[in-house]
């Protein structure tokens, strides 16, 4: 059974740092590329950072430079370090992991952690 489990989320003060995780069962995490989306209420969901197998990386561009996307293959675990965060950052932030196969795309979702920052 397939499982991605984040954690890490809360309400933290305007400028504070969150360390989200991503703990992936059920696959060969290493051949899946990872990514964190959020969704904000009212608003779509929304990529925030993606890594891929070779561990590249690419950000939301407004996000760039507070975010920090990174995986430990040997944990089958992904993180994400956000760091001075904004109230506009506050929404449900979910693990994504896609592996796009010669014969089909697998895509999983977690259930998304909560991140609410405000004073």
């Known amino acids: 059974q397939v499982q991605l489990v984040e954690s890490g989320g809360g309400l933290v003060q305007p400028g504070g740092s969150l360390r989200l995780s991503c703990a992936a069962s059920g696959i060969l995490f290493e051949i899946f590329g990872m990514a964190w989306y959020r969704q904000a209420p009212g608003k779509q969901r929304e990529l925030v950072a993606e890594?891929?197998?070779?561990?590249?990386?690419n950000y939301a561009e407004p996000l760039k430079g507070r975010f920090t996307i990174s995986r430990d293959n040997a944990k089958n675990t992904m993180y994400l370090q956000m760091n001075s965060l904004k109230p506009e950052d506050t929404a449900v932030y979910y693990c994504?992991?896609?592996?796009?196969?010669?014969?089909?795309?697998?895509?999983?979702w977690g259930q998304g952690t909560q991140v609410t920052v405000s004073s």
């Open positions: 994504n992991a896609v592996n796009n196969g010669p014969l089909r795309r697998i895509e999983y």
């Open positions: 890594i891929n197998r070779g561990g590249s990386t």
